[in-house]
């Protein structure tokens, strides 16, 4: 742990991704009122319009990810010759990578709409919530059909897949679980009792 000030100590986490993350903790920290952001006492409500945001911006990343492997790999399939035509010839190559990107492609659409409420300071939780859900879900859907039709070159670090599919997979878990997103829009959306 390293001590940052009088009341706050920061513990680095690390981690099998290219992200730096830290464990914060607070005790007893005092901060002066001329620090004061916003209204007192709505603190949480600016903390999770903050996380809208994020949400937001997690679901561009992943986008931004996938469609970065739907081109690798689409370079690749269109490339690798084998039996004297391309494999991307093959449906079987070519549906999975074709699924990504329409996935891909409708993530896409949610991002946009929860940018748009955002910016127009309209409440957008569940758009942004539905967004990063669907954007994570699409870029580990294009990361999976990349690696899958490399083969093991997917494994190997000059290709850069290897890196990035580890990078992809954390959007499942982190900002905010899949499974915390279909609770909130089952609670929220749909009026189903509370499930933790």
Request: hydrophobic share 40%.
């Amino acid at each position: 742990r390293e001590a940052i000030g009088n009341g706050l100590t920061v513990r680095p986490i690390l981690n099998m991704v290219n992200h730096e993350t830290n464990e914060l903790f607070f005790e007893n920290l005092e901060i002066p009122v001329e620090n004061l952001i916003g209204e007192e006492g709505k603190g949480f409500k600016y903390i999770l319009d903050g996380l809208n945001a994020e949400r937001t911006l997690i679901a561009a990343e992943c986008i931004g990810d996938g469609y970065w492997f739907i081109d690798k790999v689409t370079k690749y399939v269109n490339e690798r010759i084998v039996f004297g035509r391309p494999i991307g010839q093959n449906q079987g190559v070519q549906f999975p990578i074709a699924k990504a990107y329409v996935n891909l492609e409708a993530a896409n659409l949610m991002r946009y709409k929860a940018c748009e409420l955002f910016d127009a300071h309209l409440p957008c939780g569940t758009e942004a919530n539905m967004a990063k859900m669907l954007a994570a879900d699409a870029s580990w859907e294009a990361a999976n059909a990349c690696l899958q039709f490399h083969g093991g070159f997917g494994f190997a670090c000059e290709y850069d897949i290897e890196r990035k599919f580890r990078e992809t997979r954390l959007y499942q878990v982190a900002p905010i679980s899949t499974n915390l997103i279909l609770s909130y829009v089952a609670e929220h959306v749909l009026g189903m009792p509370r499930s933790f």
